[in-house]
């Protein structure tokens, strides 16, 4: 529907036509949000009122040897009697894992009434500078003070390199379990050199450069030919363009190979 206007300009004739606006659509949309709105409300209050439960149950799942179980009950404590939906789990999870030995942790809802929760321990795999655990990752996570692994090798380094040697470590396990041996340390100095020590044998010297294809070397050529003589030698030198020396316990004397 529009309005017609006649207007008289001199001795013309001008004739505007104006639409009117469609009002009962603008209506229409308020309406329906208004009523959309009102549907999300109300279901909000009714999760708050009826379904938001409070926590009842609390179901530890997983076994843990070193994490303190005093203290994850008393954070466990208070999750009980909080809503099911209003818990806020993020929460709860980073509270557990501030504690020693947790490595990780898992929370999830079991309706109606329960949460899940699962621990993960820290799994210590080296010692770091004689004062720190390494877990698997090669991260440090606690002190070592008041605890005891004299199965664990040590590793030493400059502050920072703790995963740089780390990861030698880790790769170096494959070699040492073929070769039937057990490492006793190893290190880094300030100027990259790597030393490593294996428990009643040699300690090798590897230098600051070509260290994965001076290991290959060492384990494919050096330790088959030495595996009956490692307790009596002293030293292995692997820092050679194209051999290595030996030196031994008893005489002192070095022994000079090429390959």
Do not use: C
């Not at 820290?122 to 199965?151: C, H, M, T």
């Not at 490692?230 to 194209?242: F, G, H, K, P, T």
């Amino acid at each position: 529907m529009a309005n017609i206007i006649l207007i008289l300009n001199g001795n013309r004739l001008v004739i505007n036509i104006i639409k009117k606006r469609k009002k009962s659509y603008n209506l229409r949309w308020l309406i329906n949000s208004s009523l959309v709105t009102i549907l999300i409300v109300s279901i909000f209050l009714f999760s708050k009122i009826f379904v938001d439960t409070p926590i009842q149950k609390l179901e530890l799942v997983g076994v843990f040897q070193r994490v303190n179980p005093i203290q994850v009950e008393e954070i466990f404590s208070q999750a009980l009697g909080k809503g099911f939906f209003s818990i806020e789990i993020r929460s709860l999870e980073k509270d557990l894992e501030k504690l020693n030995w947790v490595d990780n942790v898992e929370i999830a809802r079991r309706w109606p009434n329960k949460i899940s929760v699962r621990i993960y321990e820290q799994v210590p795999s080296a010692i770091w500078n004689n004062d720190s655990l390494l877990n698997s990752r090669g991260e440090i996570f606690l002190s070592r003070k008041n605890y005891n692994f004299p199965e664990l090798p040590n590793l030493f380094g400059p502050n920072g390199s703790e995963l740089k040697i780390a990861k030698k470590y880790f790769e170096l396990k494959d070699f040492l379990e073929k070769a039937n041996l057990d490492l006793e340390f190893i290190s880094i100095d300030e100027r990259s050199s790597w030393i490593i020590s294996f428990n009643g044998g040699p300690k090798i010297r590897l230098g600051r450069k070509d260290i994965d294809s001076r290991t290959i070397r060492l384990f494919d050529l050096v330790i088959p030919n030495f595996k009956n003589d490692l307790s009596r030698i002293s030293y292995i030198d692997m820092r050679y363009e194209s051999g290595f020396s030996v030196g031994w316990e008893s005489t002192q004397v070095n022994h000079l190979a090429k390959f």
